[in-house]
């Protein structure tokens, strides 16, 4: 029996934990999608390129000797989409155990430039899909009274720096809600993770200048992993950037602006 039709192996007495990945076909979400099929989860994985997304799922699919991730190709500023598309999701797997946001887009700008499309594209990526995603996801949670919402910000968003204002305030965006989500949701059982990782070796990484060692996307994820079992509110990854961040935090204003970082 070929791969393309071969059932789902059942397991009715020991379910397998589900995972949702929203930006799955590369880099952290990549990394993550790997990481919880070794750990036993059954995933749907999102993404907009789905050559790397089918791949990547066959890939899981054929280690693990069985269907153990299914592809939804999906661009994330379709947002008329995503209800319909969630319920199918649902449908699919019966029960969501982990929800990860993790599409993001980061545009080079320039020293005096002021591109509203590029400002509007990273928005809508970076902060609005999240926020349209994980309102579909959130009244299940609530509903279940478990669960974990996992959101992949940025310490970009920790402060506004001169290098590029649309990502920033997308990241700072995204964290201030999950933060939110993370209070409302702490109530009804459900954990709720904000991940800001530092420079990763990623295909955004390719738009910026890393001056600080990045790390791979195995070890974002297995950082990831860590904390969503130990249920942490907010992580650094690799950790020492919260050292670097809470630095930052505190530099005066008159100082920051005048810093080319």
């Known amino acids: ?147 974990h919402i996992v959101g992949i910000s940025s310490v970009a968003g920790d402060r506004g720096r001169v290098g590029n204002p649309p990502y920033h305030t997308s990241k700072a965006a995204f964290s201030v809600f999950l933060e939110s989500l993370r209070n409302r949701m702490s109530r009804r059982g459900v954990h709720v993770l904000t991940v800001k990782p530092g420079y990763v070796k990623t295909a955004l990484l390719e738009l910026a200048v890393a001056k600080l060692p990045p790390i791979t996307p195995e070890k974002a994820a297995n950082d990831i992993y860590r904390a969503i079992r130990r249920k942490r509110q907010t992580i650094y990854t690799p950790w020492w950037w919260g050292t670097i961040m809470l630095i930052v935090q505190h530099i005066p204003s008159f100082i920051f602006r005048r810093m080319s970082f």
């Open 1 to 147: 029996m070929t791969m393309e039709t071969k059932l789902p192996v059942e397991h009715p007495l020991n379910p397998l934990p589900t995972a949702v990945i929203v930006g799955a076909s590369s880099g952290i979400g990549e990394a993550l999608a790997r990481k919880f099929a070794d750990e036993g989860y059954k995933l749907a994985l999102l993404a907009r390129r789905e050559d790397l997304l089918n791949a990547l799922c066959e890939e899981i699919n054929q280690k693990a000797g069985e269907i153990r991730a299914t592809a939804y190709p999906h661009d994330v500023t379709n947002f008329d989409q995503i209800p319909a598309l969630f319920q199918k999701i649902l449908q699919d797997l019966q029960t969501i155990d982990i929800f990860v946001y993790n599409s993001g887009v980061m545009y080079t700008i320039k020293e005096s430039e002021y591109d509203f499309s590029k400002d509007l594209h990273t928005m809508q990526v970076n902060a609005l899909a999240p926020m349209a995603w994980l309102d579909q996801a959130a009244p299940v949670f609530e509903q279940m009274g478990s669960g």
